[in-house]
């Protein structure tokens, strides 16, 4: 998923409050998928260090924060890294079951990423 603008709808602020920008202005890729049966991976890759700084200083995704984002406990969250070199941050989270079992209604894990879009990060 291309996260730019144009690819959401979002422009300027995109609905953040004032002095904000939603993630999705920020990054250029925002992503979730499978890895492996019982996990979700996700993928925050920004296209300069400026943002990729920005989104790390503010604290906005952390391995707290995800947990919170997500309403899920920090032992869900089976790794959390921020990958200096290619201005990523990815993290996996343990899925609540098997996917594709009954139930499971996101046999890819493709859709997780939503809660990530509107993210309000500070200046």
């Known amino acids: 998923m291309n996260a730019g603008g144009a690819a959401n709808g979002a422009t300027g602020t995109g609905g ?26 996700f993928d925050v890759i920004f296209r300069d260090r400026p943002n990729y700084e920005r989104v790390k200083r503010s ?8 947990a919170a984002l997500y309403r899920i406990p920090l ?29 499971d209604g996101d046999i890819f894990g493709a859709q997780q990423y939503a809660p990530l879009l509107s993210l309000p990060v500070p200046e």
Do not use: C, H, M
Request: aromatic share 8%.
């Open 75 to 103: 032992e869900r969250i089976s790794d959390f890294v921020e990958y200096d070199p290619a201005f990523a941050i990815k993290f996996t989270i343990y899925r609540s079951r098997p996917s594709g079992s009954a139930g």
């Open 59 to 66: 604290g906005v995704l952390t391995r707290a924060s995800v």
């Open 16 to 41: 953040a409050d004032a002095g904000t920008q939603p993630l999705s202005v920020l990054a250029k890729t925002i992503r979730s998928k499978n890895a492996g049966v019982n996990k979700i991976t």
